[in-house]
Every structure is written in structure tokens, then in C-alpha cells.
């Protein structure tokens, strides 16, 4: 069955500090992958996504994931977290359905 | 509009009520999604439209929950007999085709009293 996982539940960072969020995906054929953000008080948004082609792929506000075929990974990134990236990141994927399923989010505390 | 909008934002209800949440999904976007956002448990996935017919209603927890899409625009999501354990932030999001970049609303937050 198509499923996500995310490693970290919870993560708290000092600024400046490196970000690396881990997801892995089930699904087994083709695989859009994407990466969602949700700040405080705000719908989630799209912070990047893989279809196909350069397995790294950037977002939006310096993150980047790399899509690991062979490992079934597509972990977030980031070299220079700031306070602003606090914030909820969720992982997803599609599979052949339609379907988007989500992973169970990783909670991101950036201290000042 | 301009983005997706549910309504209402907020309901309170006591258990054993019906209860319907809307969704207007951005013009154009034949895909509509619903998700149920609990705290420590992520966003589950519920079920998705394309167009008016859904493809998969494999994540409604039980047979009181129902969903149903009109004109390949509005959806509305049917909670029936509410349960306490229903309480929990329903979220709706749109796309052009599936498989596509999703665009969320604000959600609606129900509480089961």
C-alpha cells in the first residue's frame, strides 16, 4: 500500500544551524513527491517538488530535497535554517491512484 | 475567489448531530481533495474528486462520513451522528488535474462537544 513516512517528529534548531528532514515513500512505480509547509496560523503551501528528471530539486525560501530512488527517500534540506522556518513540514507523495498521501509532519522549533 | 474557501471556519456541535462542511475549490480545478488534520497524527487523507466522481473513497473512516461534489465545482463533506473522536481540523484542497501542486484552504475546525 502507498504510504509515507517521516522520521523526525519533532526537531528544534538553534539559527544557523543545518537542516536535513528525512521522508521515505512506499509506493514502488512512478512518484510525484512533494514537500508542504504550514507557518503558524496559515494554510499549508507548497514549499518544492519532484517529477522527474534532476534528483535535486529547490523550493522556495532556500530549501532543497533530493529524490533517492534507490533508497526510497526525499529528504528536506536546508544549510541555514532562520527563526521565520519555524514552522509544521509535511512530506507527500502521489501514487498511480491520484491519491496524495501525507507523511505525519515534522514540527520544526528554530530558536532565535 | 481567489483561493480555496471553507466554510464554516469554526463548528461546535454536540455529539450525536449531523454536520456539513463546505468547500469552493479554486475556479478551474477539477481536483478536489478533503484530509482531517488531528493534532500528532498529520494530515489523513479522506477522499478526492475528479471532477464529480471520486476515484478513491478509501480513507472515510466509517459510513457516517459522506462527501459528495456538484457541477465539478462546491463539495461537501457529511459527518453523521458525530462522535467526539470526529473533532479535528478538516481540510480541503484543489488542483488542476491530480497528480498536480495542490492549493489548501484554512480548514474548518470542528468540535464535537
Known amino acids: 500500500a502507498q504510504s509515507v513516512s517521516q522520521h523526525n517528529h519533532h526537531v528544534i534548531l538553534s539559527e544557523a544551524a543545518s537542516l536535513e528532514l528525512g521522508c521515505n515513500y512506499s509506493y514502488g512505480g512512478t512518484v510525484n513527491l512533494f514537500w508542504y509547509v504550514q507557518y503558524p496560523g496559515q494554510h499549508l503551501q507548497l514549499l518544492l517538488k519532484y517529477f522527474s528528471g534532476d534528483p535535486l530539486v529547490k523550493g522556495i525560501k532556500g530549501f532543497e530535497a533530493e529524490f533517492i530512488k534507490s533508497k526510497f527517500s526525499f529528504n528536506l534540506r536546508k544549510p541555514s535554517v532562520q527563526w521565520s522556518d519555524t514552522a509544521e513540514y509535511f512530506c507527500?507523495?502521489?501514487?498511480?491512484?491520484?491519491?496524495?498521501?501525507f507523511g505525519q509532519g515534522t514540527t520544526l522549533q528554530v530558536k532565535p | 475567489g481567489a483561493g480555496v474557501s471553507q466554510s464554516p471556519s469554526n463548528k461546535v456541535t454536540e455529539k450525536g448531530k449531523d454536520v456539513e462542511l463546505r468547500c469552493d475549490p479554486i475556479?478551474?480545478?477539477?481536483?478536489l481533495y478533503w484530509y482531517r488534520q488531528s493534532l500528532g497524527q498529520g494530515l489523513e487523507f479522506l477522499i478526492y474528486?475528479?471532477?464529480?466522481?471520486?476515484?478513491?473513497k478509501s480513507g472515510l473512516p466509517s459510513d457516517r462520513f459522506s462527501a459528495e461534489r456538484t457541477g465539478g465545482s462546491v463539495s461537501t463533506l457529511t459527518i453523521q451522528r458525530t462522535q467526539q473522536e470526529d473533532s479535528a481540523v478538516y481540510l480541503c484542497?484543489?488542483?488542476?488535474?491530480?497528480?498536480?501542486?495542490?492549493?489548501f484552504g484554512s480548514g474548518t475546525q470542528l468540535s464535537v462537544l
Open positions: 474528486f475528479q471532477g464529480n466522481s471520486a476515484p478513491d
Open positions: 507527500a507523495s502521489f501514487g498511480n491512484t491520484g491519491k496524495l498521501i
Open positions: 484542497a484543489s488542483g488542476k488535474p491530480a497528480g498536480e501542486k495542490l492549493f
Open positions: 475556479s478551474g480545478h477539477t481536483a
